[in-house]
């Protein structure tokens, strides 16, 4: 597993080019002029110290994000198409989507949560839909990225109450609250169609929740899949297709996919 370090004394660039030649996966500056960073589990303190010319640097567990899979020293302000996504307490952040720091899934950098960023960013600009359903919203945060450009209501829905109410919180924090719903559950416990859907979920429960995800599917309606490695794009486009959802378009990004498809009715 990664871990942090910091160093004890104050280090110029060449310091930062050192660990990043070492694989650091995240560097910054600290407010006291000191380097931190999270290293990969592969290299050990010790050689991080040898390789700083013996400064001693003290360690901590990381912190990961998105489900452990993305590591940073802190939340991290990100750019998706049209969107500028901070962290809760940016001080310059006119027109960006706030998040705060929590255990939920979704900050904005995992790939899987860009590509369905960015295929709602060209959905809404292309159909103009009048709402959006999230499966396993989690922080809200796709929710969110469709009401801030443009649609005019979302529903949000998870089987995790802890990430309902961080999911809230964010609503709260950008004056979404008022059109963002959220409900615990899946899409079968919900009645009704949309016309834009997105689902960011393992590939499994993709697959297992096809049935309940496409008769919430409206007219012409657009469905953006992802969460799913480029070994599984098969099952997944399987399960959906024989369901009668038609290719649009497939994206990719280290090693992951999503998949953009439509209603044939």
């Not at 050689?47 to 567990?61: F, K």
């Amino acid at each position: 597993m990664p871990y942090q370090i910091r160093l004890r004394c104050r280090i110029g660039d060449e310091g930062l080019d050192r660990l990043v030649d070492l694989g650091a996966i995240d560097v910054e500056w600290a407010a006291d002029g000191r380097l931190a960073a999270v290293m990969p589990d592969g290299i050990n303190p010790e050689r991080v110290a040898e390789a700083l010319g013996g400064d001693e640097v003290s360690v901590s567990p990381a912190i990961g994000r998105d489900a452990g899979s993305t590591w940073t020293l802190g939340p991290r302000a990100t750019r998706v198409g049209r969107l500028h996504i901070v962290p809760a307490d940016s001080e310059s952040a006119s027109g960006a989507l706030r998040l705060i720091d929590s255990t939920a899934f979704g900050t904005g950098l995992h790939p899987t949560t860009a590509l369905c960023l960015e295929a709602l960013d060209e959905a809404i600009q292309t159909a103009s839909p009048h709402s959006a359903l999230d499966v396993g919203t989690g922080s809200g945060v796709l929710a969110l990225g469709a009401l801030m450009l443009g649609v005019p209501r979302a529903l949000g829905l998870d089987l995790d109450g802890d990430a309902l109410a961080v999911a809230a919180e964010n609503a709260r924090l950008n004056g979404l609250e008022g059109r963002l719903a959220l409900k615990h559950g899946g899409p079968d416990t919900v009645t009704g169609t949309w016309p834009l859907i997105v689902a960011n979920l393992a590939a499994a429960s993709l697959v297992e929740l096809a049935p309940a995800i496409v008769r919430r599917a409206g007219h012409h309606a657009q469905v953006i899949l992802s969460g799913t490695p480029t070994s599984a794009e098969s099952d997944v486009a399987r399960a959906y297709r024989r369901l009668g959802l038609h290719y649009i378009e497939v994206r990719e990004r280290e090693g992951w996919l999503a998949l953009v498809l439509r209603t044939a009715w």
